[in-house]
Nanobody, 116 residues
Framework: QVQLVESGGGLVQAGGSLRVSCAAS????????IRWYRQPPGKERELVAL??????TFYGSSVEGRFTISRDNAKITSLQMTSLKPEDTAVYYC???????????WGQGTQVTVSS
């Protein structure tokens, strides 16, 4: 079992920056892929970025070049968001994906609001 807690959300003006973090506890010694998703109001959840255990990263097209995912240490993964736009407004969720056997763990989410 892995427990995930997101933090760092808030209100920021367009063009600003914000950093959200995901703290993992429990069994964190497995080879998890850490993924950040977001769910804008009235829309479906979408993948924002992911980082593998070896550090390979992937970004959604809408955030590439503006967002950076990183593993701060063995238990904390962060998402640095820059040049924020109103359309980045969403609840941001941290996900730990266990490859074998396949299993997903989710955090409770953190609200990010970008004002125009």
């Amino acid at each position: 079992q892995v427990q995930l807690v997101e933090s760092g959300g808030g209100l920021v003006q367009a063009g600003g920056s914000l950093r959200v973090s995901c703290a993992a506890s429990g069994r964190t010694n497995s080879s998890y892929i850490i993924r950040w998703y977001r769910q804008p109001p009235g829309k479906e959840r979408e993948l924002v970025a992911l980082i593998s255990k070896t550090g390979t990263t992937f970004y959604g097209s809408s955030v590439e070049g503006r967002f950076t995912i990183s593993r701060d240490n063995a238990k904390i993964t962060s998402l640095q968001m820059t040049s924020l736009k109103p359309e980045d407004t969403a609840v941001y969720y941290c996900n730990a994906h266990q490859i074998e056997p396949p299993r997903d763990f989710w955090g409770q989410g953190t609200q990010v609001t970008v004002s125009s």
